[in-house]
């Protein structure tokens, strides 16, 4: 029964209940909840310009998760590949800004961690676009043109398994 509740959870979040251009309070407190009611495993992509807001909404979600380690949550742009410990599993955050070419993954083991982690947050999800798996939950966030401190968002939510 809990899983239905969060899995309903999830759906509003991802529809109706998404702030569709989210100031920086608003859009944490809709990735805390996004987080809170992930199921385990997710993949969730986070697109959009530099300085959008991606990382801010990665933070945000891993709060919702429960990883304790917040100031952790950066940017992996020079990393590649980030880990948080939560208690529901390991949150890899993996930002694919630097690669060229999708044979890049590759190298990052990039199909072990789509199959087996928990939860991966994938900014510049583009440079993988054809090797995420279809229940995919697509997260775009844009600069507002007519208000500096807001952001647009756009969810595509996941499709059935």
């Known amino acids: 029964m809990a899983a239905d509740t969060s899995a309903t959870a999830l759906s509003h979040l991802l529809t109706r209940g998404a702030p569709r251009a989210p100031e920086r309070d608003s859009l944490e407190a809709w990735g805390r909840a996004v ?9 969730v992509t986070l697109e959009g310009d530099l300085g959008s807001g991606k ?4 933070r945000a979600i891993c709060a919702g998760l429960g990883v304790s380690a917040l100031g952790a949550v950066t940017s992996p742009t020079f990393s590649l590949v980030q880990q948080y410990d939560s208690p529901r599993g390991p949150v ?5 800004y ?7 993954l590759e190298a990052l083991g990039w199909d072990e961690l789509v199959a087996t982690a928990p939860v991966l947050l994938v900014e510049w999800p ?3 676009r054809h090797t995420l798996p279809p229940e995919t939950i697509h997260i775009t966030l844009a600069h507002d043109p007519t208000h500096a401190g807001r952001r647009v968002l756009r969810v595509a939510p996941q499709r059935a398994r």
């Open 35 to 43: 987080g809170a009611a992930l199921p385990v495993p997710a993949v």
């Open 55 to 58: 990382t801010t909404l990665a």
């Open 92 to 96: 890899v955050h993996v930002d694919l």
């Open 98 to 104: 630097r690669l060229r070419h999708e044979s890049e």
């Open 126 to 128: 583009e440079r993988a």
